[in-house]
């Protein structure tokens, strides 16, 4: 298991001074969350990515996936359009903010993008909800390319808001560029038998990840603050041979994002330093 962090947490800083603090609290990749403090795909320049990219290598610092579900990448109301919103114009401009950063994955050198399903709006059925998504996947996976995976993550509150029905859209796929980002205190937000949960999404699974939850509310706490045990979870991930990034993830956080940082770190490592 690697262990990242979510660029999310430093949104105040400029990109290139993120990556220098990442770098500099001991983790050893990033999970860029695309937005308009640090990177979006539609305005970002080449010449930007390349600075970037190199940056990084300079440093050490691996960018291990671009998550292009946040809340504002494309205005107006969070997380919309979605791959399922009712209007095929709306769909069409998701398809195009993930194509784009498919194609900046390309010119970071980052092998994964990490997408979700949105909202189901109630004029959408469960199965038209489920058509405009496997659809958009569908298309989404001929423009991967070599190098250039995808993971969709389930959010609570979302279509696809529980492992089972992640796992169900990538048993429906059948392919193996598009896999499941596990969030972790997500299951504790919308799921019962947790940990049998996890265990039983990992083999769908290319990312995870990683923060606490207290008492079932969807408030990503750091690492030991919540009720989640992390030394069970990280022997489910060694059991399942899981050997990718761990990234942690704490957007509630920007305003003390050194403890998120160092408080991760060391909980994380202490939870997992000795696992049988």
Known sequence: MKLCFNSTTLRGFPVQEAMRLIHSHGYAGVELTLNDAHIHPLRYTRD?????????????????????????????????PSLISPDAAGRQRRLDVIRRTIALAHELGCPLVNINSGRRAPEVSEEQAWVYLLDGLLHLHGSLGDGVRMVLEQEPGFFVGTTEKAAEVIDALNCSEIRMCLDLGHVFCSQNNCYRAIEQALRVTEHIHIEDIKGGVHHHEIPGEGDMDFTRIGRLLKQAGYGGWVSVELHHHDQMWQRALDESRDYLQACWSNLS
Not at 52 to 60: F, K, N, T
Not at 61 to 76: C, H, K, Q
């Open 48 to 80: 930007e990515a390349r600075a970037l990219r190199g940056l990084c290598e300079d440093l050490g610092l691996e960018i291990a996936v671009l998550a292009a579900g946040g809340p504002a990448l494309l205005g107006e109301t969070d997380y919309e």
